[in-house]
C-alpha cells in the first residue's frame, strides 16, 4: 500500500510539474489582432502590412488567418503550443472552424528541440490546405529565410503563401474584387483510379466482415468486438499531440471561436 501511495504521489507531482510547466497565452493585442508578435521579429510597418492582409481575408471569407511568434513555451511541445493558440484563442469562425495560424518559436531549450515553425488549421481549411501542401509550402517560401535568421522575411512570405491559396480556395476574382464561393473549393479531388480502388477496398473490407461474421458468436456465446475499424481518419501531421476539442477562455477577445483538430505541419531549424 505504501509502494501504491508513493507512485501516486510521484504521478500527481509529474502531472503538476508538467501544467506549470506550461506558458500562458499572451493576452491578444486587438489594435493588430491578426499578427502577435511576442518575439520582436517585425517592425511596426511589417506588422501593419501582414495584418492589413489578414483583415482583408477575413472580411471576404471569413478565414481567420493569425500569425504568433514566441521566445519561448517552456516545457510544451512547439505543435501543442500552436494547436492550444487555434483552440484557446478561437481562431476561425464557431460553426466553421476555418482558422489558420502561423506559430514561431525561438526557443530550443527543451527536450522537443522546439526552435521551428508550425501551422495548424483548422477543419475547413484542411481541404484546400492539407499537411503534406502545408509542408511543401513551408519548405518553399519560408524555410531557408528563417534557418539564416531572417524571421521577417521568412514569415512574411509564408503569410502571404496561405493568404494567396485562401485566396484561391474561395474564388477572389481581382477583377471584380469579390469572392464567388462561400466555401472553399476542395483540391483534393480524387481521380478516377482512385475511386475504383476505393470501392475495390470497401467490397473486399466488407466481404472480410461477411466472413468473419459467419457461424454464430465464438464459444462462450459472446459476441466478436472490434469489427469495424474506422476507414478515415483526419489528417493529423505527424508530431502533433494535444488535449481535446472546442475553444478555450479567450472567446470574446477578437476570434470567432473556431477550433481544430491537429491538422497542420511544422519545421524545425
Given at each position: 500500500?505504501?509502494?501504491?501511495?508513493?507512485?501516486?504521489?510521484?504521478?500527481?507531482?509529474?502531472?503538476?510539474?508538467s501544467?506549470?510547466?506550461?506558458?500562458?497565452?499572451?493576452?491578444?493585442?486587438?489594435?493588430?489582432?491578426?499578427?502577435?508578435?511576442?518575439?520582436?521579429?517585425?517592425?511596426?510597418?511589417?506588422?501593419?502590412?501582414?495584418?492589413?492582409?489578414g483583415?482583408?481575408?477575413?472580411?471576404?471569407?471569413?478565414?481567420e488567418?493569425?500569425?504568433?511568434t514566441m521566445e519561448?513555451v517552456?516545457?510544451?511541445?512547439?505543435?501543442?503550443?500552436?494547436?492550444?493558440?487555434?483552440?484557446?484563442?478561437?481562431?476561425g469562425?464557431?460553426?466553421?472552424?476555418?482558422?489558420?495560424?502561423i506559430f514561431?518559436?525561438l526557443?530550443n531549450?527543451?527536450?522537443?528541440n522546439?526552435?521551428?515553425?508550425?501551422?495548424q488549421?483548422?477543419?475547413?481549411?484542411?481541404?484546400?490546405?492539407?499537411?503534406?501542401?502545408?509542408?511543401r509550402?513551408?519548405?518553399?517560401?519560408?524555410?531557408?529565410?528563417?534557418?539564416?535568421g531572417?524571421?521577417?522575411?521568412g514569415?512574411?512570405?509564408?503569410?502571404?503563401?496561405?493568404?494567396?491559396?485562401?485566396l484561391d480556395?474561395?474564388?477572389?476574382?481581382?477583377?471584380?474584387q469579390?469572392f464567388?464561393?462561400?466555401?472553399?473549393?476542395?483540391?483534393?479531388v480524387?481521380?478516377?483510379?482512385?475511386?475504383?480502388?476505393?470501392?475495390?477496398?470497401?467490397?473486399?473490407?466488407i466481404?472480410l466482415?461477411?466472413?468473419?461474421?459467419?457461424?454464430?458468436?465464438?464459444?462462450?456465446g459472446?459476441?466478436?468486438?472490434?469489427?469495424?475499424?474506422?476507414?478515415?481518419t483526419?489528417?493529423?501531421?505527424?508530431?502533433?499531440?494535444?488535449?481535446g476539442?472546442?475553444?478555450?477562455?479567450?472567446?470574446?477577445g477578437?476570434?470567432g471561436?473556431?477550433?481544430?483538430?491537429?491538422?497542420?505541419?511544422?519545421r524545425?531549424f
Amino acid at each position: 500500500m505504501k509502494r501504491i501511495i508513493a507512485l501516486i504521489a510521484i504521478f500527481s507531482l509529474f502531472i503538476s510539474s508538467s501544467a506549470s510547466a506550461r506558458v500562458d497565452l499572451p493576452e491578444l493585442n486587438t489594435s493588430h489582432l491578426y499578427v502577435q508578435d511576442n518575439a520582436h521579429v517585425l517592425s511596426e510597418a511589417e506588422i501593419a502590412e501582414i495584418n492589413t492582409l489578414g483583415e482583408h481575408l477575413e472580411k471576404g471569407t471569413g478565414v481567420e488567418l493569425l500569425l504568433l511568434t514566441m521566445e519561448s513555451v517552456g516545457q510544451e511541445h512547439r505543435q501543442d503550443f500552436a494547436l492550444r493558440a487555434l483552440r484557446d484563442y478561437g481562431v476561425g469562425k464557431k460553426d466553421r472552424d476555418n482558422g489558420i495560424v502561423i506559430f514561431l518559436n525561438l526557443d530550443n531549450g527543451n527536450e522537443f528541440n522546439n526552435r521551428g515553425i508550425d501551422v495548424q488549421v483548422g477543419y475547413e481549411i484542411e481541404g484546400y490546405l492539407n499537411d503534406a501542401k502545408i509542408g511543401r509550402i513551408i519548405d518553399t517560401v519560408a524555410l531557408d529565410d528563417l534557418r539564416r535568421g531572417d524571421f521577417s522575411a521568412g514569415l512574411k512570405n509564408l503569410y502571404k503563401a496561405l493568404y494567396d491559396e485562401s485566396l484561391d480556395a474561395y474564388g477572389w476574382d481581382p477583377e471584380s474584387q469579390q469572392f464567388t464561393n462561400d466555401r472553399p473549393k476542395n483540391e483534393e479531388v480524387p481521380s478516377f483510379a482512385e475511386v475504383i480502388i476505393s470501392i475495390i477496398f470497401i467490397m473486399i473490407l466488407i466481404w472480410l466482415l461477411y466472413k468473419s461474421g459467419k457461424g454464430g458468436p465464438p464459444s462462450g456465446g459472446r459476441r466478436r468486438r472490434g469489427l469495424y475499424p474506422p476507414i478515415f481518419t483526419s489528417g493529423n501531421s505527424g508530431g502533433h499531440f494535444g488535449g481535446g476539442f472546442g475553444s478555450g477562455g479567450f472567446g470574446g477577445g477578437g476570434f470567432g471561436g473556431g477550433s481544430g483538430g491537429g491538422g497542420g505541419a511544422g519545421r524545425g531549424f
